[in-house]
């Protein structure tokens, strides 16, 4: 039992330092959160390189649709044409 005050405070004060105090080395650490980062940067670079590709066949089956419809337009008025 303590006989200051003083001397809780210091064994307080080790005790929550023990707890913040990493379980791994820092070096570990740090080379796991670039791990990390490099596994997300891949994920997302693979994300939107699906959706490029995605989006290219979608604005190609757009243009298609739209001149085939042009197309039916063109015919109903040659049609339709007064002579």
Not at 14 to 41: C, F, H, N, W
């Amino acid at each position: 039992m303590p006989t200051a005050p003083f001397e809780t405070i210091a064994q307080n004060t080790i005790q929550v330092e023990s707890q913040i105090r990493p379980t791994r080395p820092i070096v570990e650490y740090i080379r796991g959160s670039v791990d990390m980062l490099k596994k997300v940067a891949a994920l997302l670079a693979l994300t939107g390189y699906v959706m490029v590709m995605t989006g290219c066949n979608t604005m190609e089956g757009i243009g298609r649709d739209v001149n085939a419809g042009g197309q039916k337009i063109q015919q109903e008025a040659q049609e339709h044409k007064p002579r």
